[in-house]
């Protein structure tokens, strides 16, 4: 491996370590979502996945 790769791979550790505790709070602190919030999340995605099935069989 070179220096900038491994130089890299080293930024990307101390950005993890760096927004982590950000992101523990932010979870911590989230809304929870209702099963109307769950269902208007799933019913798009679904249909999007539908989609791509529909897509690809035909090819």
Do not use: E, Q
Request: glycine share 2%.
């Amino acid at each position: 491996m070179d220096w900038l790769k491994i130089t890299i791979a080293a930024a990307l550790v101390a950005m993890f370590f760096y927004l982590l505790p950000s992101a523990k709070r932010m979870v911590k602190n989230a809304p929870k979502g209702s099963s109307k919030d769950w269902m208007s999340f799933i019913v798009p995605l679904a249909l999007v996945a539908l989609v791509v099935i529909v897509l690809v069989s035909m090819v």
